[in-house]
């Protein structure tokens, strides 16, 4: 079982910046698939980044060049660094996990508005 929760969401202008951190619970994070996903209202959840174990990364095409995911093994936790954020970037956040099965968190709420 792993638990995951998440941190950093907020209100943000146009063309700011947050940073989304999500820990996780287990000895071996290492070897965890980690990312983020979001929901806006009235749409489905889509993906936004993943990074693997082994280092790689994938991007939706909207957020490529904005948006950086990253990890730290040493302190079980998952980042997500959004810059030059955009209304349509407004959504529920959800930090993802797989090991054997799906994890979700519990979301942290991103709002981009002036």
């Known amino acids: 079982q792993v638990q995951l929760v998440e941190s950093g969401g907020g209100l943000v202008q146009p063309g700011g910046s947050l940073r989304l951190s999500c820990e996780a619970s287990g000895r071996i994070f290492s070897i965890y698939t980690m990312g983020w996903h979001r929901q806006a209202p009235g749409k489905q959840r889509e993906l936004v980044a993943i990074?693997?174990?082994?280092?790689?990364?994938n991007y939706a095409d909207s957020v490529k060049g904005r948006f950086t995911v990253s990890r730290d093994n040493a302190k079980n936790t998952v980042y997500l660094q959004m810059n030059n954020l955009r209304p349509e970037d407004t959504a529920l956040y959800y930090c993802?996990?797989?090991?054997?099965?799906?994890?979700w968190g519990q979301g942290t709420q991103v709002t981009v508005s002036s």
């Open positions: 993802y996990c797989y090991y054997l099965r799906d994890y």
């Open positions: 990074t693997t174990s082994g280092g790689l990364t």
